[in-house]
């Protein structure tokens, strides 16, 4: 079990944010600030590792755009500027690094077409779309593996991942709607990236995508029905990974309630050792440090708890 961030940190200093990371967790996040503003939030800095691909901000979104436009070339100088600062503060030599990207899915109902469609509507613009980001996390990935001689683990987020599905995208009026994407039209589109971790809702069908399925604290609820129990017992039982969101404010309770998770599904608590990760919903340098003792109370202790 290891106790991480996702990536988004407060604050506006990559340096500063860096030095929480690799000072609280055994697996650092390059951290991400989206408090900075337009091309800092996830589209914008996912953007950044396209080379194929330019956008710019359009009138109601991002908007792909035939050539390089300023805020493209500024996320492009921002990306290295921070990777930079990251490297002053960790160094060279860091064993296991987290890289983050929007997966394809949520960059696509994200980012319109010069027509003012989203590009989820259009299945040549996302093919397009969805192969730019394959080879652009890739060639990040190598470059972030390479600054500081790691072993880089791929982290895909998917936030509109649920309403893809449902068909809740909504179109350019309200008499344009999306159709839904079928489960394993979506399943296929992620397996592509090999990610290690998929951050998305508890969508069982999908969540095979990665190594790792990162489940975040406001579905700690819905993970309590039956159906999530089954879910998440068979996810598991097939030799997957879960990564849960905790509050990272009292790290012995929440290694109970973890533990006690466990009991209620029917399920050894042993697994929480190898095939459990958690992380804090809000990150901070106080939430990192607990749920990084909460992943090594469980580790000692998860049968004695």
């Not at 190594?211 to 017992?233: A, I, M, N």
């Not at 190898?274 to 809000?282: C, L, N, R």
Request: hydrophobic fraction near 40%; charged fraction near 25%; proline fraction near 5%.
């Amino acid at each position: 079990m290891t106790g991480f961030a996702l990536g988004p940190m407060p604050g506006t200093s990559v340096a500063e944010a860096a030095d929480i990371i690799i000072s609280e967790t055994s697996l650092p996040a390059i951290p991400q600030l989206p408090g900075r503003g337009l091309g800092s939030d996830a589209v914008g800095r996912t953007a950044s590792m396209l080379e194929a691909i330019n956008i710019d901000r359009g009138p109601r979104s991002w908007r792909m755009t035939t050539r390089p436009q300023l805020l493209t070339r500024r996320t492009w100088d921002r990306l290295e500027r921070d990777l930079d600062e990251v490297q002053e503060v960790w160094g060279e030599s860091v064993s296991h690094i987290k890289v983050q990207a929007l997966g394809p899915w949520s960059l696509a109902a994200s980012i319109e077409l010069s027509d003012g469609h989203r590009v989820l509507t259009d299945s040549s613009a996302f093919a397009e779309l969805s192969d730019a980001l394959l080879h652009g996390v890739h060639a990040h990935a190598h470059g972030v593996a390479s600054r500081f001689h790691a072993k880089v683990h791929v982290q895909l987020d998917e936030p509109l991942l649920a309403d893809i599905i449902a068909g809740r995208i909504p179109g350019t009026t309200d008499f344009d709607s999306i159709p839904a994407v079928r489960e394993e039209v979506v399943l296929e589109g992620l397996l592509t990236f090999e990610a290690d971790y998929l951050h998305a809702a508890p969508i069982w069908s999908v969540a095979r995508a990665a190594k790792t399925f990162l489940v975040d604290s406001r579905f700690r609820q819905q993970l309590s029905t039956p159906e999530h129990y089954d879910g998440l017992g068979e996810h598991l039982s097939a030799g997957y990974r879960i990564g849960l969101g905790i509050p990272g404010k009292d790290a012995r309770e929440e290694a109970i309630s973890l533990a006690s998770h466990l009991d209620r599904i029917g399920m050894p608590r042993e697994l929480l050792v190898d095939s459990f990760d958690v992380f804090p919903s809000a990150a901070s340098a106080r939430s990192l440090r607990s749920v990084t003792e909460t992943a090594a109370i469980l580790t000692r202790d998860a049968g004695d708890l």
